[in-house]
Structures are given as C-alpha cells and as structure tokens.
C-alpha cells in the first residue's frame, strides 16, 4: 500500500504564498503522473497540477502562472509552489499519484485564503 503524505497547508492573506509537499513511500521514479486536486464542499474535485514521467505539466486554466508543481525523484516528493493566492483557492488540497497500477491519493490539506 503506497502512502501519499501531505503538508504545508494553513491560512494566508491574499496575495500571500504557500508550498504543498507530497512525500510518496514509494520511489517516484517511474510514476505516470503525480499533482494536486482540491475540492470544496458541494463541488467535484478537480485537478490544480500534474507532472508526467516525462517531466511534462499539465495546470488548470485557473492557476496558470500563479502555481509551480515541481518534483524531487531523490526525496519521492511532488511540491506545489502557490503565488498571488486568491480567496477563490481556499480549498482542501488532495495529492495524487498513478504508477503502472491504481491511483492513490492523501489525506487532504487544508489551504484558507483570506481577504
């Protein structure tokens, strides 16, 4: 069983910065695809950032040129770097990962954005 392990989340002003971590148990060096979700309530999760093996990223509409995901294949751990933070971020931010099999995902943090 993979574990995703998630931190850095809190509360910040807007216009302020956060960086998520996700620490992946297993090594994440061959995975397919690995990012972050975040879903508020009443609404479908939807995807904020994903990095494929290939180094290649993929970003919503909505956070293009705002959020960085970046990875580290030494400390098996995907990093989501948030600039100029809007109220309309605030959410619970979940990680995601896929090798060859399933799809795994954290626990959840949570990311308050006040105005």
């Known amino acids: 069983q993979v574990q995703l392990v998630e931190s850095g989340g809190g509360l910040v002003q807007a216009g302020g910065s956060l960086r998520l971590s996700c620490a992946a148990s297993?090594?994440?060096?061959?995975?397919?695809?690995m990012g972050w979700y975040r879903q508020v309530p009443g609404k479908q999760r939807e995807l904020v950032a994903n990095?494929?093996?290939?180094?290649?990223?993929n970003y919503a509409d909505s956070v293009k040129g705002r959020f960085t995901i970046s990875r580290d294949i030494g400390k098996n751990t995907v990093y989501l770097q948030m600039n100029s933070l809007k109220p309309e971020d605030t959410a619970v931010y979940y990680c995601?990962?896929?090798?060859?099999?399933?799809?795994?995902w954290g626990q959840g943090t949570q990311v308050t954005v006040s105005s």
């Open positions: 990095t494929s093996r290939g180094g290649s990223t």
């Open positions: 995601n990962a896929r090798w060859a099999g399933p799809s795994y």
């Open positions: 297993r090594s994440i060096f061959s995975i397919n695809v």
